[in-house]
């Protein structure tokens, strides 16, 4: 591991490049913006901290239940981020009627029992009993991850409050999944279990930003294009691009016929009905029908920013796998040879040439 070096101050090349917009924070990591090759990983001295004062407030960071880097997050803080969103699921459920929060406590407490199985299985000397309870562990996280899949789902259905609680949950599962696997130095069957994440996830990130996008007032959409619009500059397209742009994933839309309106193509977030029937000038009270949701641009983008979080655990896990090293070795970079400054918030560990990590992700933006 001779090809990285550690410092508690971010070196002044990458704060310029970040400034200028040559670099770019992708959860964990910051890379090049045209060629994706990272230059620097994160990592959060206090395991605890999720917010920052500096360099992630400084350039764009939303709350989000995962720390930024998969080898910052053990089996203790998904313990204590589980809590958390237990509790404000139960404050919400007191007004959500529909779902059943008796069986969620269940499921929570199975999933807490076996982060706690796990925890107790890497303090074992013998390997057998070790694995044996590993694969215990294992197999409750698969269950969870399916019920709060289909928990998340319902909710969409039923009552969008709660649904990024949910997928919250359904993150902490692969995180806790992936944890098992590095702990295991089973590093490839790591890397499939974040690329499974990452397809799945993909897809019920987009899902949540399109059923939230409607609670929006006009002040939060505005927001959202400025915050995003760097991705693809606003255009003129017609009816018939928005049809094909939705049904096809919005790829390069060339107009047809004469521009009627403009859009902002930034992503592929709009509902379709509610879209075209905005365009159409049809004034839907769908939005004021629903009940007040708090605070859904906020929502939004820390869904986005925790996805961008887990994308980043995979330049970790490709980043080891490559290098042909342990997990445990990989650790040692969590602290540093140097004197730690006051106040410091990060470790930088910097690779000694921008390392290209081609990944198989599956955005919901072009990131």
Known sequence: MENFTTTFEIPNSIAEGLKKGTYERVGGVVREVGSKKVVTWLREISPTLIQSSTILSQFGSAASILNLGVSVIGFAIVIKRLGEIEQRLKILHQDVKQLNSKFDLVVNANFCAALDLVRHAFTMTKPENRLNMVN??????????????????????????????????????????????????????????????????????????????????????????????????????????????V??????????????????????????????????????????????????????????????????????????????????????FNSSTQTKLDKAEFIYIIPSQPLDLQLCTYSIFEY
């Open 136 to 245: 215990l562990a294992i197999n409750r996280f698969l269950e969870a991850q399916h019920i709060y899949t289909g928990y998340f789902e319902t909710a969409l259905a039923e009552d969008i409050q709660v649904a990024d609680e949910y997928l919250s949950l359904l993150f902490l599962t692969y995180v806790a999944k992936t944890r098992c696997y590095l702990e295991l130095e089973e590093i490839e069957t790591a890397r499939r279990c974040l690329q499974e994440g990452a397809e799945l996830l993909a897809r019920s990130v987009k899902k949540f930003v399109e059923n939230i996008f409607p609670y929006l007032d006009q002040q939060e959409e505005d927001q959202f294009y400025k915050n995003h619009s760097l991705l693809i500059p606003p255009t003129y397209i017609t009816m018939n691009d928005v049809i094909t742009g």
């Open 247 to 332: 049904l096809g994933g919005w790829t390069t839309v060339k107009p047809k016929i004469k521009p009627i309106f403009t859009v902002p193509l930034i992503a592929p977030i709009f509902p379709l009905a509610g879209l075209l029937g905005g365009l159409m000038g049809i004034n839907s009270s769908e939005k004021e029908d629903k009940p007040k949701l708090a605070q859904p641009l906020q929502k939004i983008e820390a869904m986005i920013e925790t996805y961008r979080r887990f994308i980043a655990y995979q330049t970790e896990v490709e980043v080891i796998f490559k290098l042909d090293s342990s997990f445990q070795d990989w650790l040692q």
